[in-house]
C-alpha cells in the first residue's frame, strides 16, 4: 500500500513537472500583462480587473488551444466541409459525414502541429506581415524613417519591416509578440475592413476602429497559413514546370529563345550577353527553382518567382476587390433614396440636405468598405416577425405596443411601427435608446445565420421591392431567399458577403494570382515541351528518312547482286 502511494506521487509530481514545462515554455508566458489583456479581449473573453498576472496567464492558457491550436472547433459542419473541400479532400453529403468525424479529418488536414502554432507566436514579425499588400509596406516604412533600397521590392520592404519591427515598438513605449494598435497606425478604417473582405472574416458591424483593429489582428495567423500554402503549391507547380527544362533542350534553343525566356521568367540578363551566358543563366535558374543549388537554400533562391508572389497576390486580391466593388455597384444602382440615406446613416457619413440621387450613390461607393458604426431604423427591415413584434411590446412605446398586439398586422406595419420607435427612442437617447440598441445586438447575433428562412414569398418579394430588385417570372422561394439575402448582404456589410462562403470566392480570386505567376514560370517550360516535340518529330523523321535510304541502298545492292549471279550463270 505504501509503496503504491509512493508511484501514486511521484507519477503526480512527473505530471505536474511536464505540465510545469510546457507551460513555462508557452509563447504568452512571456508576454506582458497588457499583451495578455488584449489577447483575451480580441477572443472575446471576459476578464477580471484589476487581475493579477498569473490569473491573465491561466485564463489565456484555458482558451488557447480553442483559439490558437485547434480553432476549427468552434465551426459548424458547413465550415469544416468547406475546408475539407479547399484541400481537396471529399466529403460524404450524409449522415456518415457526422460532425466529430468532420474535426477529426480536419485536424488530421488542418494547417501546422501544436508545437509549430507554439513557435510562431515566439516569433509573430516573422509572419503577421505576410499579408499586409506592398503599398501598406511601404506606409509602414515611410511612417517610421525606415529607409528602403530602390526599386522597392515585396521581399526587400518585408525585410526591412522585420528587422525594424521591435524597434519601432520599444520606441513607441510598446509590446511586439501580441502587437497593440500601433502597428496599424498607417491603415485606415476602409484598409482594415477590406482585409477582413477580402481575407474572408467577417467585419464586426456595428464597429469600431479598436474592433477592426482586433479582428485582423486575432485573424492574420490563419491567413498568413493560407498564404503559405499558396506560396507552397506555386513552387510546386514551378519545379514541376522546370523539370521539362533539359540541358538539350536549352542547347537546342537560339539566341533570340533564350532571351524570350529570360524575360518572361524574371530573369535579368545583362548587356552583351553572349549565347553560352545566357545558357548559363536559364541552368542556374532552373537549378534554383528545383532547390539544386549547392547553398540548398530553394526558398531563397526562388528570386524573381517568389518576389512576383506577393505582388501576384496584390494583384490577385485587387482583383478580387474590384469584381466585389462592381457588383455592390450595380446593385445599389437599384436603390431607393432612403435606402442609400439609410446606409450612408449607418455609417455615419453625413448627407448634405437636399443631396440628388446620384450625389448619394457616389457617396454610397466612396464608402463601399466603411463598416457601419450604429443602428438605423432600416435594421429592422429584415428581423423575423417574432422579433420585431418581441421589440414592439418591450420598447415601452405605447404606439408600438398597440400594433404588436393586433392581430393579422403585416410586415410593412410591423416594421413601420418598429422604425417608428426606434427613431423616437434615438431622439431621447438615455435607457430607451440603450434597449433598442442592446435588442438590436441580441436579435441580429441570433438571426443572421437563418436570415429570410421563414420569410413568405409575398414577404420576399416585398423586401425586393423596396430594393428596386425585379423578380423574375417563375422564380422559387430558394431563389427568392438568394437574392434577399444578396440585397441584405450589401445593405450591411457594404461590397462584400460576411459568410464564410466569401474564403471560397476570394481563394478563387488568390488562386488566380497564384497561377498567374505559375503560369509565367509554364510559359518557358511549355516552350521546352514544344522544342522537345519539334526535335524529337526531326530525329524520328532524320531516322525514318535514313531507314528508307538505307532500305533503297539495300534493295540496289540487292538488285547488283541479282544481276551479277545471273550474269555469271549465264558465263558458266
Known amino acids: 500500500m505504501r509503496i503504491a502511494k509512493t508511484l501514486l506521487s511521484l507519477a503526480l509530481v512527473a505530471n505536474a513537472a511536464v505540465a510545469s514545462s510546457w507551460f513555462s515554455n508557452a509563447a504568452y508566458n512571456k508576454w506582458h500583462e497588457t499583451e495578455l489583456e488584449r489577447w483575451l479581449s480580441d477572443h472575446d473573453i471576459p476578464y477580471p480587473t484589476p487581475a493579477d498576472r498569473k490569473d491573465l496567464e491561466k485564463l ?93 521590392k515585396r521581399d526587400t520592404l518585408l525585410q526591412k519591416v522585420r528587422e525594424n519591427y521591435e524597434s519601432v515598438a520599444q520606441k513607441a513605449g510598446e509590446t511586439a509578440a501580441y502587437p497593440g494598435n500601433w502597428l496599424y497606425e498607417t491603415w485606415s478604417e476602409s484598409d482594415l475592413k477590406e482585409w477582413l473582405d477580402t481575407h474572408g472574416f467577417p467585419a464586426p458591424q456595428p464597429t469600431t476602429r479598436d474592433k477592426l483593429i482586433a479582428s485582423v489582428r486575432r485573424n492574420s495567423r490563419l491567413a498568413s497559413l493560407r498564404m503559405q500554402e499558396q506560396t507552397e503549391s506555386t513552387k510546386k507547380s514551378a519545379q514541376e514546370a522546370y523539370a521539362a527544362l533539359t540541358d538539350k533542350l536549352i542547347d537546342s534553343w537560339s539566341e533570340s529563345q533564350l532571351k524570350e525566356f529570360c524575360d518572361k521568367n524574371g530573369i535579368n540578363v545583362p548587356q552583351g550577353t553572349k549565347l553560352n551566358q545566357l545558357r548559363a543563366l536559364v541552368r542556374k535558374h532552373r537549378a534554383e527553382i528545383m532547390g539544386d543549388t549547392v547553398s540548398g537554400t530553394a526558398a531563397s533562391a526562388f528570386g524573381a518567382a517568389t518576389s512576383n508572389v506577393g505582388s501576384a497576390a496584390s ?49 454610397v461607393r466612396k464608402n463601399a468598405h466603411k463598416a ?23 420598447s415601452g412605446n405605447a404606439a408600438a405596443k398597440k400594433v404588436a398586439g393586433k392581430t393579422g398586422a403585416t410586415r410593412d406595419e410591423l416594421v413601420e411601427a418598429a422604425q417608428d420607435a426606434y427613431s423616437s427612442a434615438s431622439s431621447a437617447g438615455g435607457d430607451s435608446y440603450a434597449s433598442a440598441t442592446s435588442y438590436l445586438s441580441k436579435a441580429t447575433d441570433t438571426a443572421k445565420a437563418n436570415a429570410f428562412d421563414t420569410w413568405s414569398e409575398s414577404e420576399l418579394k416585398a423586401y425586393l421591392d423596396s430594393f428596386g ?17 444578396r440585397q441584405h448582404t450589401y445593405f450591411k456589410y457594404g461590397t462584400t458577403t460576411p459568410t464564410d462562403t466569401l474564403l471560397a470566392k476570394v481563394r478563387e480570386s488568390v488562386l488566380g494570382g497564384w497561377d498567374w505567376v505559375t503560369n509565367q514560370l509554364r510559359i518557358g517550360s511549355d516552350a521546352a515541351k514544344k522544342k522537345a516535340e519539334e526535335l524529337q518529330g526531326q530525329a524520328k523523321g532524320a531516322g525514318g528518312k535514313v531507314q528508307e535510304q538505307a532500305k533503297a541502298k539495300g534493295g540496289k545492292v540487292q538488285e547488283q547482286a541479282k544481276a551479277k549471279g545471273e550474269k555469271v550463270h549465264k558465263e558458266l
Open 469 to 485: 430588385i425585379p423578380v423574375p417570372q417563375g422564380s422559387t422561394l430558394n431563389e427568392l431567399r438568394a437574392l434577399a439575402r
Open 315 to 363: 494583384k490577385a486580391t485587387d482583383t478580387a476587390s474590384q469584381a466585389a466593388q462592381d457588383a455592390f455597384d450595380k446593385a445599389i444602382e437599384t436603390w431607393s433614396d432612403s435606402r442609400l440615406k439609410g446606409y450612408l446613416d449607418a455609417r455615419g457619413v453625413p448627407v448634405p440636405q437636399g443631396t440628388k440621387t446620384d450625389e448619394l450613390r457616389a457617396l
Open 60 to 152: 489565456v492558457q484555458k482558451n488557447w488551444d480553442e483559439n490558437v491550436v485547434e480553432p476549427y472547433r468552434s465551426w459548424d459542419t458547413q465550415k469544416l466541409t468547406s475546408y475539407l473541400k479547399q484541400k481537396g479532400i471529399e466529403t460524404k453529403d450524409s449522415v456518415e459525414d457526422t460532425r466529430e468525424s468532420l474535426l477529426a479529418r480536419v485536424k488530421n488536414a488542418w494547417y501546422e502541429s501544436e508545437d509549430k502554432a507554439q513557435n510562431a507566436w515566439m516569433n509573430t514579425k516573422d509572419w503577421i506581415l505576410d499579408t499586409w499588400t506592398d503599398s501598406q509596406l511601404k506606409a509602414f516604412c515611410d511612417r517610421h524613417g525606415i529607409p528602403v533600397p530602390q526599386p522597392r
Open 372 to 394: 457601419a458604426t450604429g443602428w438605423t431604423a432600416w435594421t429592422w427591415d429584415d428581423l423575423t416577425l417574432d422579433n420585431i413584434r418581441r421589440y414592439l411590446a418591450s
